[in-house]
């Protein structure tokens, strides 16, 4: 994810080149800027292929064009904010029921403090690969020996572990550490863990309907295409670099809610959801009063990609 300071435009804009879809943007409106040069240079030469498309009906085009355009960035935009606002959700939870097991667990049961800081801190780091290409066992802690290999073995890693948790609270209430009360209030905390899973799946599962996204890039191709005639009377050569410009706006659009409909990729401006769930990590060892290792703890603070 690109991290900037939206106040410093000149800034922001030199770093454009930053983010891959503009890279490939860029590639394709210089494209457009080739068609428009062909098709301009054969209407100097051919008289032909002076054909202007009446201008109210091209507008009328453009007015369907700008209310689809709308509706795209919109639905897009949606799913983008839902992934992060849940993820939002899974920080404010997992920190408390960091808390209110913390406070009922003995100051002096080290063990029992680092097996719970270990458990609930992979399942954010085991979300995040469910999401994206597998769970990376590598960055999983060990709660006991044998922890990640068992791991290994499950198809939905993330409902393991949180069948995990749940099972640490039974012995605990087993063992009379708390009181069944308590376990009420761990219940709320706990349940929101695959609420959450539950909802990124759906985000990552459900894509824009396939007939409705290939239309809208049906639609401006089509509008690109006929762009040039529409302008080729009046602007003579301008109509290159107008039709570049109106294909930059049009195409970063569509390309830009292509990207951002799925937040859970690794595009630069998808969410970012290693930095998240190592800052998960640091914040729970941290409640839980558990030592965690410098090189690690430090992970929480990297971001992708930074904008100053």
Known sequence: MIIYKSTDWW???RHLSSSEVIRLLLKRVLFVGLYASLIT???NRFERLHTPIDREFFTFLGIMLSLLMAFRTNTAYDRFYEGRRVW???????????IVVGARLPADDIATRTYFARLLSNFPIALDGHLRHGVRFEKLEDATPGFVEELERV???PARIAAQIQEFFEQLLHQGVILPEH???????????????GVCERIKGTPIPFSYSYFIKGFISVFILIMPFNLLDTYQWL???ITMFGAYALLGVEM?????????GKDSNDLPL?????????NVHEIMRVELDKEVRELADMPYSVVF
């Open 11 to 13: 800034e922001a804009l």
């Open 41 to 43: 240079a054969g209407a």
């Open 88 to 98: 939002g959700q899974l920080v404010n939870n997992c920190r408390n029921l960091a």
């Open 155 to 157: 198809d939905h890693v």
């Open 183 to 197: 376990l009420i209030t761990f219940q709320r905390h706990h349940e929101t863990l695959l609420d959450v899973a």
């Open 239 to 241: 109509t290159v670099p």
């Open 256 to 264: 830009i809610g292509d990207e951002i409909e799925d937040p859970f």
């Open 274 to 282: 290693t930095q998240i769930s190592n800052r998960i990590r640091a």
